[in-house]
């Protein structure tokens, strides 16, 4: 069962990234977070398959890459607009949703069907994570779906949570068509270009609606300043993130060849149980009792999967 721990690993991966990112936005501008995230997540994906080899290149490799940038540019954008304006604990329950997504479009794609006891356990699996996510403030299971009436970046997750479940197919076909370090770091370049790009046009554009004329005064040069500011100040920042996403790239790409995608998305979304004991480590949050109860139904559904096999 290497595969769970390789799950678990990319789980852990996933509860830094969104942690870490959640307080980074705090201080830096999403699309030039994004930007060097990526772009230092495949400097260190691509040293690690220079140092392997260069893999021989499948006929659905760039059709794959295109597909999953194109999805992720998008989600990346949803994401970070959901974690700067939304609790964490709040927008979280959604991406969970992406397992049960993930049994329409892995077969529609990857042509892969969990069983029947196997779906019983992804279900029980995203019962727990959407259990163990609601707020203090909710007394009710449908607390978080009503929220999303409220908090728009509850709405904004749930739009990810259905992205993510169609571009983790073709993750697994970049897999596939090259190996597990160098199709990653093609996307994740690809990425940090777009997000280069992206950060470069919003800034041009909030210079022009701050003057009229493209030329930002003194008093907003401090706010707006230009990506390669923001680079060279957060350099650390980037290669921590970056880490942090080569070893979850990792982890799940070569989980990817042993297990089919729904069960290893499954596992992955533990990744909120970690997410609540920072929490309550860190943050000193309360309502710890209801939240073990969620996380003991992930736990449960995680069993029932491996039953199932």
């Given at each position: 069962?290497l595969?769970?721990?390789?799950a678990?690993?990319?789980?852990?991966?996933d509860a830094?990234?969104?942690?870490t990112?959640?307080?980074?936005?705090q201080?830096?501008?999403?699309?030039?977070?994004?930007?060097?995230?990526f772009l230092f997540?495949?400097?260190?994906l691509?040293?690690?398959?220079?140092?392997?080899?260069?893999p021989?290149?499948?006929s659905?490799?760039?059709?794959?890459?295109?597909?999953?940038t194109a999805?992720?540019v998008?989600?990346t954008?949803?994401?970070?607009?959901?974690?700067?304006?939304?609790?964490?604990s709040?927008?979280?329950?959604?991406?969970?949703?992406?397992?049960?997504?993930?049994?329409?479009?892995?077969?529609?794609?990857?042509?892969?069907?969990p069983?029947l006891?196997?779906?019983?356990?992804?279900?029980i699996?995203?019962f727990?994570?959407?259990i163990?996510?609601?707020?203090?403030?909710?007394?009710?299971?449908?607390?978080?779906?009503?929220?999303m009436?409220?908090?728009?970046?509850?709405?904004?997750?749930?739009?990810?949570?259905?992205?993510?479940?169609?571009?983790?197919?073709?993750?697994?076909?970049?897999?596939?068509?090259?190996?597990?370090?160098?199709?990653?770091a093609?996307?994740?370049?690809v990425?940090?270009?777009?997000?280069?790009?992206?950060?470069a046009?919003?800034?041009r554009?909030a210079?022009?609606?701050?003057?009229?004329?493209?030329?930002?005064?003194?008093?907003?040069?401090?706010?707006?300043?230009s990506?390669?500011g923001?680079?060279?100040?957060m350099a650390?920042?980037?290669?921590?993130i970056?880490?942090i996403?080569t070893?979850g790239?990792?982890?799940?790409?070569y989980?990817?060849?042993?297990q089919?995608?729904?069960?290893?998305?499954?596992?992955?979304?533990?990744?909120?149980i970690?997410?609540?004991?920072?929490?309550?480590?860190?943050?000193?949050?309360?309502?710890?009792?209801k939240?073990?109860?969620?996380?003991?139904?992930?736990?449960?559904?995680?069993?029932?999967?491996?039953l199932?096999?």
């Amino acid at each position: 069962m290497l595969w769970v721990l390789l799950a678990l690993a990319g789980a852990v991966a996933d509860a830094g990234y969104y942690v870490t990112t959640k307080k980074m936005l705090q201080t830096i501008n999403p699309h030039v977070l994004a930007a060097g995230s990526f772009l230092f997540t495949s400097f260190f994906l691509f040293v690690l398959a220079f140092y392997s080899g260069i893999p021989a290149i499948g006929s659905k490799f760039l059709v794959a890459v295109a597909m999953t940038t194109a999805l992720n540019v998008i989600a990346t954008i949803f994401t970070y607009k959901a974690l700067a304006s939304t609790d964490i604990s709040i927008t979280m329950p959604m991406i969970s949703f992406t397992p049960v997504f993930l049994i329409g479009t892995s077969f529609l794609f990857l042509h892969e069907l969990p069983t029947l006891i196997g779906i019983i356990g992804i279900l029980i699996i995203v019962f727990g994570s959407y259990i163990l996510n609601l707020s203090p403030g909710q007394k009710s299971i449908t607390d978080p779906i009503r929220s999303m009436f409220v908090h728009r970046g509850v709405l904004y997750m749930l739009f990810v949570a259905f992205l993510y479940a169609i571009a983790i197919n073709f993750d697994k076909i970049t897999v596939q068509e090259s190996d597990p370090f160098f199709g990653s770091a093609v996307v994740f370049f690809v990425l940090g270009s777009a997000f280069v790009i992206i950060a470069a046009i919003s800034r041009r554009t909030a210079g022009t609606l701050a003057t009229g004329k493209g030329e930002m005064p003194g008093s907003g040069e401090q706010k707006l300043r230009s990506p390669a500011g923001h680079f060279g100040s957060m350099a650390g920042v980037f290669i921590f993130i970056g880490l942090i996403l080569t070893v979850g790239a990792i982890s799940i790409n070569y989980a990817y060849s042993m297990q089919i995608v729904p069960y290893i998305i499954s596992i992955k979304r533990m990744s909120i149980i970690f997410i609540v004991i920072s929490g309550a480590i860190v943050f000193r949050e309360p309502n710890i009792g209801k939240r073990l109860c969620g996380a003991g139904l992930m736990v449960i559904g995680a069993v029932i999967i491996l039953l199932s096999l």
